[in-house]
């Protein structure tokens, strides 16, 4: 997989939008899963959404259904969180992830994914 550059945060108003990137310099296979997960300081980190490419399976936490969208440019090897109607308890550093496990296992879990990129911050003030 290689490295993950994760890129697009920063500072928006409560209701605005945002999209992150997760660039990779590697290929992109059809069994990877991909996801961006969030951490604010002292907590632990946690997951966001999941994209298991074969079959574009999805997955969100509950907090961000209907707003956030992650989907994929496989001709860019680029991943995406798509945020919308970004609220100030959405602030937080977020990072991209992959795994390469089962469909099943596309999950928001943070031990099972094993390539992280940087974190990039969103801050949304009210």
């Known amino acids: 997989q290689g490295q993950l550059v994760a890129s697009g945060g920063g500072s928006v108003q409560n209701g605005g939008t945002l999209r992150l990137s997760c660039a990779a310099s590697?290929?992109?296979?059809?069994?990877?899963?991909l996801g961006w997960f969030r951490q604010t300081p002292g907590e632990e980190r946690e997951g966001v959404a999941a994209?298991?490419?074969?079959?574009?399976?999805?997955t969100y936490t509950d907090s961000v259904k209907g707003r956030f969208t992650i989907s994929l440019d496989n001709a860019k090897n680029t991943w995406y969180l798509q945020m919308n109607n970004l609220k100030p308890e959405d602030t937080a550093m977020y990072y991209c992830?992959?795994?390469?496990?089962?469909?099943?296992?596309?999950?928001?879990?943070?031990?099972?994914?094993?390539?992280w990129g940087q974190g990039t911050q969103v801050t949304v003030s009210s």
């Open positions: 992830a992959a795994a390469t496990v089962a469909p099943m296992m596309c999950l928001l879990t943070v031990p099972m994914y094993g390539y």
């Open positions: 590697g290929v992109i296979e059809s069994h990877y899963c």
């Open positions: 994209l298991y490419i074969l079959g574009g399976i999805t």
